[in-house]
């Protein structure tokens, strides 16, 4: 579950300070699936990167499960990232010149799990998005879809518990954005929460709950 | 295994980069050991000439020619006879030395035939060099009888020769005639087996001139060998220069008397003065060399910490995404600083293995000034590359912790 008491969020630009979040409450319960809109600007990209956990806020409260993060601890945060979200962005976020199955495994490679369970997890991951067949490949060698379905691939592998998907159908033909979408509702019914960051009408409808934004408050 | 990995991207990332900076690490390292080495070797020269009997011997090398005759040789013989002539003088120590041709390669061309130089030096004035050997010994207790040179190993010889090694060699004596020798190596000089040369003639004759010769084999005149020496008469070449001892009962105004008399047809260098001139040089060379080396500190931080900058730029879309998937902003800093020190550590090893095998031919300025390097050279080099290391690594990782690898991705964008 997902806490966010009186969030506020304020962005150094030379000497002033522009206030990107304003007093921010927000909750989103386990399993939910929420779409987050706004107009460009509003602060969609900020609220989500302070819910994932890569970005810092200046004052208010967020708990994560229960458990109030503090903002100076790297590592807990680190590890949080590591086995409770899984992050689907709009460019994808792969190592374009490492191969399919080196990127699905990141977060495996990057936490706690043995060197021999890596393998076997991958594919077990690949297979549930479709790309099992294209494990050899580079990640540069991928189509925009596909792409997009290793990053949800990345993201599951851990079976985390919450989904974080900025505009991930941004940089695709609406066919393949419906099929990323399908994608993570499945997710979605397996019992991970989703929150996605859109401008497409069809995806956010197809979402349980709309958050909306402007000017950095929750409309 | 699973950080090897990562540091595995690292590595495919950045290929011709990491090669530069691999080059120019080991570069600046070899050009900063070579100035330290020279002045090592200077060092190491005051040292064993201070510790040896040459400190109470002057150096003279003549000018002017006393009875001049056509021959140069005789011209040599002239000079060191009026030398011992000159009232006060006990004894003159010169090196005298001839060539021979590895009898084995005498079919070969000329450039591919091993030549040695044996070094003959006079003994009661020689005898006591501090020259360490690092096995055998000077003079071995039995005798030979056939047609052998002991001969002690210098320098590069050292290492390519074992105690018990026999060479024999082709040489040609006064008359012409060509003659075959064998030498068997009695002894070997610990590094960095420099021996006596007296080649060179200076009014500011100083410890570095005394000590510059390597790879020879010295003959040292025993008995036996004087006795073979003198069966076979090789025609020797005789340094200009030479080592004055003096009486010992002579009082100081017959020294100034004898010492006079020399300068008045050469240079001659008293100890004092050769002790003068090799601090002096020491400070000179010191004064110049240190902007030197400071400059190649700096200029391989500056290098060094670009490099890494610059490693760690073309990184940040990685960095981000290892950031994302779990790690830290130090820890993603460290898959790429690791291995960029890994390659350093490489070049220092290079230069480690260079300063090891320095004396096997292996170094592109042979013929440039003598320098010692030993295990003193590795560990300022050493210390040298880990403040480069440090302080490129501390100056990159000031710039980049300051925001999170996903910020420094997207201003970078
Ligand atoms: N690092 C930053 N420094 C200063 N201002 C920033 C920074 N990041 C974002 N902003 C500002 O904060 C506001 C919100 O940005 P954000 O990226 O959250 O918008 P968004 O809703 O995701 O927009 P878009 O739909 O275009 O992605 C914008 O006005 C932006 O200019
Ligand atoms: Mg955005």
């Avoid at chain 2, 006079?122 to 005798?143: A, H, M, N, R």
């Avoid at chain 2, 500011?204 to 040292?220: E, T």
Wanted: hydrophobic share 40%.
């Amino acid at each position: 579950m997902i806490e966010l008491r009186k969030l506020n969020k304020y962005y150094k630009v030379g000497k002033q300070k522009f206030h990107a979040l304003k007093d921010v409450d927000l909750k989103i319960e386990d399993g939910e699936m929420v779409a987050i809109v706004g107009k460009s600007g509003a602060g969609k990209s900020t609220l989500m990167n302070i819910i994932g956990l890569v970005d810092t806020w200046d004052s208010g409260e967020y708990m994560l499960d229960g458990v109030q993060i503090r903002k100076n601890s790297d590592l807990k945060l680190a590890k949080l990232r590591n086995e409770k979200i899984g992050f689907v962005l709009q460019d994808f976020a792969l190592i374009e010149d490492q191969s399919v199955l080196f990127n699905v495994s990141l977060p495996l490679i990057l936490g706690k799990e043995k060197m021999k369970n890596i393998k076997p997890k991958a594919l077990h991951a690949l297979e549930k998005v479709g790309l099992a067949d294209q494990r050899s490949k580079k990640a540069n060698q991928l189509s925009g879809g596909q792409k997009q379905r290793l990053a949800i691939a990345r993201a599951i592998i851990n079976e985390p518990s919450l989904i974080l998907a900025d505009e991930p159908t941004g940089a695709l033909d609406s066919k393949t954005g419906i099929e990323i979408i399908e994608l993570l509702a499945k997710q979605n019914a397996a019992g991970t929460t989703v929150v996605i960051i859109t401008h497409d009408k069809t995806v956010s409808e197809s979402c349980g709950r709309i958050i909306r934004i402007a000017d950095g408050a929750l409309v | 295994m699973k950080t090897v990995k990562l540091m595995m991207c690292f590595f495919k990332k950045n290929p011709v980069l990491l090669l530069f900076v691999f080059l120019e690490l080991t570069i600046s390292m070899i050009l900063f050991s070579d100035q330290i080495g020279e002045l090592q070797y200077q060092h190491y020269s005051l040292e064993l000439y201070q510790n040896s009997g040459l400190a109470e011997c002057d150096h003279f090398t003549s000018l002017t020619v006393p009875g001049l005759t056509e021959s140069p040789d005789d011209t040599a013989e002239a000079v060191f006879e009026a030398v011992r002539g000159t009232d006060g003088v006990e004894a003159i120590g010169i090196s005298q030395s001839f060539t021979g041709i590895d009898t084995a390669d005498l079919d070969l061309e000329r450039e591919l035939q091993r030549k040695y130089v044996v070094s003959v030096l006079t003994p009661s004035v020689f005898g006591s060099l501090p020259l360490k050997l690092s096995d055998g010994t000077w003079q071995p207790k039995e005798t030979i009888t056939d047609s052998t040179v002991n001969v002690v190993a210098c320098g590069e010889l050292a290492v390519k020769h074992r105690v018990g090694d026999i060479i024999s060699i082709a040489f040609n004596d006064n008359s012409g005639t060509e003659n075959i020798m064998k030498l068997k190596v009695v002894g070997r000089v610990a590094p960095p087996g420099f021996s006596v040369s007296l080649n060179m003639s200076s009014n500011a004759f100083s410890a570095d001139n005394l000590f510059s010769i390597c790879n020879c084999f010295i003959a040292v005149q025993t008995q036996s060998n004087y006795a073979v020496l003198s069966m076979f008469d090789p025609s020797y070449d005789a340094d200009r220069g030479m080592m004055i001892r003096y009486k010992q009962d002579l009082d100081p105004a017959s020294l100034e008397q004898a010492r006079a008399s020399l300068r008045s047809w050469g240079y001659l260098t008293t100890p004092d003065e050769i002790v003068e001139n090799t601090k002096t040089l020491i400070r000179r060379d010191l004064n110049e060399r240190f902007p030197m080396l400071m400059f190649f500190l700096i200029i391989s931080s500056f290098s060094m910490i670009s490099s890494v900058i610059v490693t760690q730029m073309k990184m940040c879309s990685n960095n981000a995404v290892y950031y994302l998937c779990g790690s830290t902003a130090r820890r993603c800093f460290l898959y790429s600083g690791i291995p960029a020190a890994l390659v350093g550590i490489l070049a220092l090893l290079v230069n480690i293995g260079r300063i090891a095998y320095y004396h096997i031919n292996l170094d592109f300025w042979h013929y440039s000034k003598p320098k010692v390097l030993n295990g003193t050279t590795i560990a300022i080099v050493a210390a040298y590359f880990t403040v480069t290391i440090f302080i490129a690594i501390l100056a990159s990782y000031y710039v980049f912790q300051k925001n999170t690898p996903i910020e420094i991705y997207r201003k970078n964008k």
